[in-house]
């Protein structure tokens, strides 16, 4: 999907700021208050802006232990794989999940309290699921550059 250079200036201030009032925003990106309301509405429509947000402090709400678990599974038929699919998207502690390419099936970015709690959800929940062949815990010791927005200069205008 194509992206006009005014479209590209709306999307990085509100990955900025998703709280900016339109007239704010209008003002930041050099448009009047009725066309910037009109390309946000349009960029909405479009599914390029999908919802607001707010971001939060994991350490902060007390989620001190962040990880990353690659599980390749015993079966790749696309049931199997949709099974386990489904089973995840019931698991509040994995706050995303990837299906990658490689030496492993599944990628998934998991927060818990403390590494007693993580343990205990690896061991009784994540194991247990269905058709789990290898699972390997890689744990984040500081997050460097954490996910801020996506980088719009790679955007064709």
Known sequence: MDLEPIDKRILNT???DGRLTNQSLAADVGLSTSPCWRRVRQLEERGVIKGYKAILDRRQIGLGVLAFV???IDSH??????EFSHGITKLAE????????????FMLHVVARDLDTYA???MTVIR???RIKEMQTTFVLKEIKPFNGFPL???RT
Do not use: N, T
Request: charged content about 35%.
């Open 14 to 16: 509100l990955q900025e």
């Open 70 to 72: 690659r599980i390749k």
């Open 77 to 82: 038929s696309e049931a199997e794989a949709d």
């Open 94 to 105: 994995v706050v995303a999940c990837y299906s990658i390419a490689g030496d492993a099936d």
């Open 120 to 122: 205990e959800f690896a």
């Open 128 to 130: 247990r699921l269905p």
């Open 153 to 155: 200069d790679f955007v």
